[in-house]
């Protein structure tokens, strides 16, 4: 059994020195400090289904060596990858919704970088907040401050990388119902 390098941002099974494993395409998920590795194609599947990028594919990396990595360590406080971005293993095109519903090939819109797109996508609405306030209204005839939408956007973000990591661990593509943690009883 060969000892563990990282570990997998998606399931935590442990990735070896020297194994083949997979990285995402996109710079920010490849921070030297902090690089997102993944065990197979599929774990890196529920990762671009959470970060949403415009544009990513996995790109296949073999982990350094345990000498290698040892001595990298010992110079440098920072791990260098050693991801080789030669040919994609899948390509995909994630969340195709330009302003104009142009197709992502021909030649882009330009502004769209895939960096801050990340970024920005972070910080959605994921709750309709007229149905929000309308229950809360309903239920305690209290009205609601706007930024609780963006608190519970917050938790909502939270459930579905668990729920991620629940269909990454089962090893399945697709998260499903049963992925997602019960809601505290009421
Ligand atoms: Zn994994
Ligand atoms: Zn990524």
């Not at 920005?120 to 309903?138: A, P």
Request: aromatic content about 4%.
């Amino acid at each position: 059994m060969a000892e563990t390098w990282l570990k997998c941002t998606a399931c935590k099974n442990p990735i070896p020195f020297g194994a083949t494993h997979q990285v995402c395409s996109v710079s920010t998920c490849n921070r030297p400090r902090n690089p997102m590795v993944f065990c197979t194609v599929s774990c890196w599947d529920s990762h671009v289904a959470d970060a949403r990028h415009r544009e990513a594919w996995a790109v296949e990396a073999r982990a350094p060596s345990k000498a290698a990595w040892e001595a990298d360590h010992a110079s440098h406080p920072s791990p260098v990858m050693t991801a080789v971005p030669a040919a994609p293993v899948v390509r995909r095109i994630v969340g195709d919704s330009g302003p104009t519903g142009q197709p992502p090939a021909s030649g882009s819109s330009g502004s769209s970088t895939t960096v801050n797109l990340a970024d920005v996508v972070d910080r959605d609405m994921l709750v309709v907040v007229s149905k929000m306030k309308k229950y809360i209204k309903d239920r305690s005839g209290m009205s609601c401050a706007d930024a609780v939408g963006d608190v519970l956007s917050e938790h909502l973000r939270a459930i579905c990388d668990e729920s991620i990591r629940a269909a990454g661990r089962a090893e399945r593509k697709t998260v499903l119902e049963r992925d997602v943690p019960r809601p505290p009883r009421r």
